[in-house]
């Protein structure tokens, strides 16, 4: 193979600076938003992007060259093609490289996003509902359960519930329209009053 056919774009001076630059602006970030404010972990991020792109062609050539060995003894005369073809156009190398990691990144960061709302969420339900159970219709929409629930609930021992809140709607007519108004019954056990 000719020297002409490899790529040494990647390793300018001015590639070096900016990677420099940049990976020293994200470990800056991080540090400050951990122990300031959170908006500085976007500078860190970012600048992290920044200096896995620029750096990238840099390492590619050495770390390609240093696995050519290994590939070559577990998959012969394809793993050391593979390995050269790798250091022969780093940029392309550095770029797809570069590509999935940003892509695995923003998929761990939705997960986590999604998993942090849903936790914020049941917390926010978790002290809203005071209760231990809650008795609902097994079909949300369409389902209904009897009036008579919350006073046959209310007669269970007194050990058993201390009390009973019915919430509901029922339907109504004002000025010649059906509307639906909520509705809300309590039951009290002489236990729950006395707290």
Known sequence: ???????????????LVVALVSGALAVLGVVLGLTTSALWLSVGVIGM??????FG???VVPISNFLTRPLRAIRGV?????GRNASRSPERTALTAAALGIGLALLVAVSTLASSLQDSLRA??????????AVTPEQANGGF???????DLD???KSATR?????GDSRCRLASATRRRARSDSFSTPRARRR
């Open 1 to 15: 193979m000719r020297d002409v056919a490899i790529d040494r774009s990647g390793t300018s001076r001015r590639r």
């Open 49 to 54: 992007f920044v200096s896995i792109i620029a």
């Open 57 to 59: 062609p840099i390492v």
């Open 78 to 82: 394809t793993g050391q093609v593979a």
């Open 124 to 133: 926010t339900f978790a002290k809203s509902f005071v209760g231990q159970i």
């Open 145 to 151: 359960l009897p009036v008579s629930l919350a006073a």
């Open 155 to 157: 007669k269970l021992p």
């Open 163 to 167: 009390s009973v809140s019915a919430v």
